[in-house]
């Protein structure tokens, strides 16, 4: 019998983006129910970038069992796992999905068969997160702004939803949202930069955040009009509840 | 210039290793590519999505490009921010589009990802010099040999030249022998093995010429024929004065440094818990 599948979606947010602020990370952490959990990194959004992977393990290396993939490095044999990647994500308890182009990442994913072991991997209970491109994957849809004009990008779809981040970064990043979504464009979740939805299965279960302001939202269209909600977001840092009183789904 | 000239017929030009991220200090090949073009100040564009957009890559074309009479120009699919042109764009307004090594089997797959494939396709159509190296020029095949995944094994191409192409001969032994395995067997058709610093030039779908950067670089033309390999060593033109480099291009920037340092101390770490 395996666990619950989780993913924790960051609108942005992580050791990535975050200097000073851990919350979000030893959430997801926590999660794992694993005194030393064992994490893999996979930064295939950035092109595998080792400014980004240095990171990571400074961020997790001390506390977990560490390691990283890297799907444009299988043949230089130096770093990462080499050899066979089905095996060694299904013995994770946390797969840590990086920031980055969301196209460019699913395409290569598609060529080395990620997409399949890290369906079977969530279905297993290993827990799923990442900030950015590391949360628009997991859902059926997600709205990319990475470049040019913000365009419909279809995930991998273990979350029936559409998703879109940064809400707060630009202000036409919501009227956009609101457009696709009135447009035919799955009904789905909105998150600022520090706020992580947290899905059991395929429900939403909560928002939390690693900053006392941050908002998420759930957007849907119903009879031609786009209603969008502001959800409860628990703050991290104090576990007390951040603005948006109890507006849950 | 070393006697390249701007050919009437579409132009893919493929290197089996060579240019400017592997020979620093030798511009031959990447001089014939610019004379390639048809207008004397080319836009080039380069590519290096095989890579996963490096910046060791990135910091030598331009280091290659930026004083050469030619504008040149970068497209990561993994930085694409604040870029305000389309994708199309941008592949569609260039004379020379020059391919990047690396994993082809995730370039290939990024490609498509952002239909950048077929936009290739229609610049070649529009006349744009198609050129590249390892993954950047076997792609333009039917088919070639990958180390995408550890092992090399067979992967198909693009298939805009008939055949199939396969990479650093001289350099990478390991590559060779299953690439003639695939020909002989039929997973592969037959095709051209290339040394390092050898690029082939194709007018049309036609091999028109077989250049070379470096002295005693070769390449081969192999067929299977009744399931026996038929193997012709080609005519090489070697490129200029020819001077011989030896040696990768390799710039470790502080972020590779401390990777490997973590990556050290990590191996402490599991040693001292195991025992």
Known sequence: MFATPQIVAFGGGGFSMERDSSLLDDYVLALTGAIRPRVCFLPTASGDADHYIVRFYRRFAAACDASHVSLFRRDQGVDG????????????????????????????????????????????????????????????????????APRRVRGLGFLPYSNCVHYDAEPARRAEYRRFVAAGMLGGFAAEDGVALHFRGTHFARAVSSRPDACAYSIECARGEVLEQRLAVVYLGGERSARGASVAA | MSGARPLAERAIFAMGGGGFTMEPANPLLDDYVLGLARVPRPRVLFLPTASGDTLEQMNAFRARFAGRACTAEQLSLFRLHGARRSLEEIVLSQDVIYVGGGSMRNMLAIWKAHALDAMLIEAWRRGTVLAGLSAGAMCWFEGGVTRSAGPPESIAGMG??????????????????????????????????????????????????AVSSRPGAG?????????????????????????????????????????????????????????
């Not at chain 1, 994500?89 to 990442?105: C, E, R």
């Not at chain 2, 399931?227 to 972020?255: I, K, M, N, Q």
Request: glycine share 12%; charged share 25%.
């Open chain 1, 81 to 148: 796992v080499e050899d066979d990647l089905e095996s060694h994500l299904l013995a994770q308890d946390l797969v840590y999905v990086g920031g980055g182009n969301v196209v460019s990442m699913l395409g290569a994913w598609r060529a080395h068969n990620i997409d399949a072991i890290l369906r079977k991997a969530w279905r297993r209970g290993i827990v799923l997160c990442g900030p950015s491109a590391g949360s628009l994957c997991w859902f059926q849809e997600a709205l990319s702004a990475f470049h040019g």
């Open chain 2, 160 to 209: 805009l030249l008939s055949g199939s192409l396969t990479v650093h001969a001289n350099g990478e032994p390991e590559r060779l022998p299953v690439w003639l395995a695939s020909v002989r067997e039929g997973t592969l058709a037959g095709g051209w093995a290339l040394d390092d610093g050898v690029g082939l030039l194709f007018a049309g779908r036609t091999l028109r010429a």
């Open chain 2, 219 to 275: 390449a081969e033309r192999v067929d299977a024929v009744g399931g026996e390999l038929v193997r012709r060593r080609l005519d090489v033109e070697l490129l200029g004065a020819g001077e011989p480099s030896r040696g990768a291009f390799r710039r470790v920037d502080e972020a590779v440094e401390e990777l490997r340092l973590v990556q050290r101390l990590r191996a402490g770490v599991s040693a001292e818990r195991d025992s």
